[in-house]
């Protein structure tokens, strides 16, 4: 939290293992859609339940680092 804060990176990409799909927050669907080519995968911003607490919320949404989480099948 602390570097988020202090840094305020441009986009942030983050790694996750749970349902193949590229989760966007913020302003990075450039950065998915190169992505979705290359793995087939749907890009979503929206996995279909509040998700208060995430990295995506914290800082793509809360913080305007846009963040990409790649659940990795």
């Not at 193949?20 to 793995?39: M, S, Y």
């Not at 339940?49 to 913080?63: D, V």
Request: overall charge negative; glycine content about 8%; aromatic content about 10%.
């Amino acid at each position: 939290m602390s570097f988020i804060e202090s840094k305020k990176p441009n986009w942030i990409l983050s790694l996750h293992s749970w349902n193949p799909v590229l989760n966007v927050n913020g302003d990075c669907l450039a950065e998915a859609e190169v992505l979705a080519k290359h793995t087939g995968y749907k890009i979503d911003s929206d996995i279909g339940y509040p998700t208060p607490g995430c990295l995506g919320t914290y800082a793509g949404i809360e913080r305007q680092s846009p963040t990409l989480t790649y659940e990795i099948e």
